[in-house]
Nanobody, 122 residues
Framework: QVRLVETGGGQVQTGGSLRLSCKVY????????MGWFREAPRKDREFVAV????????FYSESFEGRSTISRDNEQKTVYLEMTNLKPEDTAIYYC???????????????WGQGTQVTVSS
């Protein structure tokens, strides 16, 4: 059973930074493209960023382009999302997910973590 565990969420002030981590247990981490998503209250889950298996290609949503970095460590079976210049509208539960394809749609991912809460106060 593939299991994804996110850590690193918390409360920060506007303009602050956070680094989220997602460790994958079991499965074949090097085979997965890894994505980050978020779900704000009363909103649909939305794409944030994705990184390919080798860590050579990354894609971001428009709202995160330029202020976030997705990376991975295949030896540690961990993917990271570093976010800077956080805003109150970034408040959400952040999820990592794994897929065999390099995709952005939530329905295209095979495994999901339980999420980690990020709260940005003004």
């Amino acid at each position: 059973q593939v299991r994804l565990v996110e850590t690193g969420g918390g409360q920060v002030q506007t303009g602050g930074s956070l680094r989220l981590s997602c460790k994958v247990y079991n499965g074949f981490f090097h085979s997965y493209n890894m994505g980050w998503f978020r779900e704000a209250p009363r909103k649909d889950r939305e794409f944030v960023a994705v990184i390919d298996r080798e860590g050579s290609r990354t894609f971001y949503s428009e709202s995160f382009e330029g202020r976030s970095t997705i990376s991975r460590d295949n030896e540690q079976k961990t993917v990271y999302l570093e976010m800077t210049n956080l805003k109150p509208e970034d408040t959400a539960i952040y999820y990592c997910a794994a897929a065999f394809q390099l995709v952005r749609g939530t329905h295209e991912y095979d495994w999901w973590g339980q999420g980690t809460q990020v709260t940005v106060s003004s």
